[in-house]
Structures are given as structure tokens and as C-alpha cells.
């Protein structure tokens, strides 16, 4: 099975026909793609003016949507570097349980559905490298009660989301579901509190 750079090769060679080549950029979201594959794909789609049904896109933009996956990928692989050798010093002095922010990496690991849409129409529109740059930041400082990449603070707590963890908060502002370790208690209350309001008046 390819890899990634095997399949951005493939985008980018001019030999190859336009439509192996678009179909390599879908493969190279198997390997990465931080919304999920349907909102990544969404997302490049829309940033780099491609059809997403289009069989035939124009190949220059498809190398662009491919250089802006590819950055975000870097982004994430340097901080999965970092997260490693963290937990390497951690284990050397005897911390070998792990606290709830590797739990949320552990399901993230390679960098899949790393800040994940619940609906793939709904995500942020700012570039994915500097998403994951805010989302990372995050990580790195103490919890907060707003969305790390957008700021918005209106969190809530949807219990029949798509994709594991199943329930968790998301934000009504770019649609990511926010992980756990970057919001304080009293944010993932509230947010929960946000839910119960939205189901009750659904019934």
C-alpha cells in the first residue's frame, strides 16, 4: 500500500492523468487528514476552487490543496516528535500512566482526526497548518473555556457524534469536536448543560 509521499508524488507528476491524480490526493487523506476525510476533503475543496466531483480538476490547484496538507502534516508529525520524546522522559522517572491528553493523542495518533468534524460540511476555514498550530498551542498551555481554533465559546455537548469518542463537546462556531484537555471543567459543564438544553428542545 502507498504511502504518503508516494501518493503526493503521484499528485504532482504531470505524466500521470488528471483524474490518478486527484484520486492520489483522496488516498493521501487514508494517511492524514486532520477533519476526518470527508471534512478534509470538503475543506480543500472549497479553499482551492475544486468541484469535489470533478474527475479532471485543474492540476495546479490540486497541487496547492496538496502543499497546504502537506504543511499541516509537518506541523502535526513535529508535534508528534515532541509528544514522543515527552513520554519517553516521563516514563524514564516512573510516569508510566498515562494522563487524559495522551488518551486523546493516542486516538489521534498519525495525525487522523486530529481536530475532527462531526459533520463534514461544517469546519474551520483558516488554512490546516495554522489550525493545527492553535490547536497545538492549546495543548501546550493550561485548559481554557473557548474553542482553541476559533475562539468561539459556544461549546456543546452532542451525545451521537459519528466517530469515536461518540459523545463529546463541539463547537457550534468552526464545528470541531474539541478535545477534552483543552477546556477546564467548568467549560466541559457548561457545555454538557448546553446539550441537555438543545435535547430538551428538540422534545
Request: proline share 7%; with cysteine.
Amino acid at each position: 500500500m502507498a504511502g504518503f509521499r508516494s501518493l503526493a508524488r503521484q499528485v504532482r507528476d504531470a505524466r500521470c492523468d488528471l483524474a490518478l491524480r486527484r484520486y492520489s490526493l483522496r488516498k493521501c487523506l487514508e494517511r492524514f487528514a486532520p477533519y476526518g476525510h470527508r471534512a478534509t476533503w470538503d475543506h480543500l475543496c472549497a479553499r482551492h476552487c475544486i468541484e469535489p466531483e470533478d474527475r479532471a480538476p485543474d492540476p495546479a490547484r490540486l497541487v496547492a490543496a496538496l502543499e497546504e496538507l502537506e504543511e499541516a502534516r509537518a506541523v502535526w508529525l513535529a508535534y508528534e516528535e515532541s509528544f514522543a520524546d515527552r513520554r519517553k522522559r516521563e516514563k524514564h522517572h516512573g510516569l508510566r500512566r498515562p494522563a487524559s491528553m495522551d488518551d486523546w493523542h493516542r486516538r489521534t495518533w498519525g495525525g487522523n482526526g486530529v481536530a475532527r468534524c462531526d459533520s463534514p460540511y461544517s469546519h474551520p476555514s483558516a488554512p490546516l497548518g495554522e489550525v493545527l498550530r492553535r490547536l497545538i498551542t492549546a495543548l501546550e498551555n493550561k485548559p481554557g473555556a473557548s474553542c482553541p481554533v476559533c475562539g468561539e465559546t459556544g461549546i456543546v455537548w452532542r451525545q451521537d457524534l459519528a466517530n469515536e469518542p461518540w459523545t463529546g463537546p463541539v463547537c457550534t462556531g468552526c464545528g470541531i469536536v474539541v478535545p477534552r484537555p483543552v477546556l477546564t471543567s467548568e467549560a466541559v459543564a457548561a457545555a454538557k448543560e448546553a446539550g441537555r438544553g438543545e435535547l430538551a428542545s428538540v422534545a
